[in-house]
Each structure stands twice: as C-alpha cells, then as structure tokens.
C-alpha cells in the first residue's frame, strides 16, 4: 500500500521554526522527486520546494533561504526545515511525489504528481 504520511506541523509564532516529516512506503522511493505543496484558505495552492532524485534542491522565492529540502533514501523520508516563519507560510503542507524524468516536475495541482500526502497543518501567529 502506498502512503506518504506528513507531520511535524504546528502552532509556532513568527520568527519561530518547524520541521516537518514525510513518510514514505509502498514505492520506489530513491526513484521519486519529491516536493511539498501548500494550501491556504483563500490564497489557493503554492508549490514549496522539491528535491530530486539526485538530490538538488528547489525553492520558490519566498522561501529561499528560510527553508531546507533534503531526503534520506535509507529511510525513505523527505524534511522541510523551515526557519523564521511568517503568517504567510500558514497553511496545510502535502508531501508529493512524482517518479523522476531527470527534470524536477513542480506544479500545485495533485494531479500531476503519483503520491499525495494528507497534510499536515502549519500556523504561524503570535
């Protein structure tokens, strides 16, 4: 059975830092891109951050320099280290993967990725 299990989320004021987790089973994980996609109510969905098979990393702008990507193939889990968080990154972070074609693939829509996780819930207010 496949799954990709997210957590980690929080409640965390600004300036305040995360990690979150995604579990992966049931596939060829070390053949997967995997990135993180978020929803925020009325702000509609946003691609995060990938990481490739090869592990090269991928931020959208607003987050370069705050957050970390990376994988542990051996264990099969993605992170996203996430620093000096602001109200703006409030929102249900997914974990989703897409088997590798040697180009990271990175869009909000779960369609276009073959594992989407549940989510897990990040809040940031003070």
């Known amino acids: 059975q496949v799954q990709l299990v997210e957590s980690g989320g929080g409640l965390v004021q600004p300036g305040g830092s995360l990690r979150l987790s995604c579990a992966a089973s049931?596939?060829?994980?070390?053949?997967?891109?995997m990135n993180w996609v978020r929803q925020a109510p009325g702000k509609g969905s946003e691609w995060v951050s990938g990481i490739d098979r090869r592990a090269e990393t991928y931020y959208t702008s607003s987050v370069k320099g705050r957050f970390t990507i990376s994988r542990d193939n051996a264990k099969n889990m993605v992170y996203l280290q996430m620093n000096n968080l602001r109200p703006e990154d409030t929102g249900l972070y997914h974990c989703?993967?897409?088997?590798?074609?040697?180009?990271?693939?990175?869009?909000?829509?779960?369609?276009?990725?073959?594992?989407w996780g549940q989510g897990t819930q990040v809040t940031v207010s003070s």
């Open positions: 989703a993967g897409r088997r590798s074609i040697g180009t990271l693939v990175a869009g909000t829509e779960q369609n276009l990725y073959h594992y």
């Open positions: 049931g596939f060829e994980f070390a053949n997967y891109d």
